[in-house]
């Protein structure tokens, strides 16, 4: 939430001197978030990668890119080593990248990236 809320706005260039002084979350909010529903074990179980750090990143550009585009993305980055990708915290279905498409051509990325690597690999969707 955290992210969504400030972490874009911090990244404008064309803002120089922008501080975050306080913020508030109403303690209704506070109450509906139980904490992730598991931890760092569970993710090693399911990729079966233990003893070293996880590697993975947010697929960028977040906006603009075709489902196809967007799952060619996540191939490349699993195939050439990463464990794990993730879509960035703001993506959701856009009218050039449906959420269903990019399920899919993100699933057909990682089963590939799978079978070319012999390694468990994943992928995060919003």
Known sequence: MFTSIV???????????????????PTSYIKTFQGPPHGIQVERDKLNKYGRPLLG????????LSAKNYGRAVYECLRGGLDFTKDD?????????RWRDRF????EALYKAQAETGEIKGHYLN
């Open 104 to 107: 899919l051509f993100c699933t």
């Open 57 to 64: 990143c947010t697929i960028k550009p977040k906006l603009g």
């Open 7 to 25: 972490g874009n706005v911090f990244g404008f260039k064309a803002l120089r001197a922008l501080r975050l002084e306080d913020l508030r979350i």
């Open 89 to 97: 915290e703001n993506v959701n279905s856009q009218p050039f990248m």
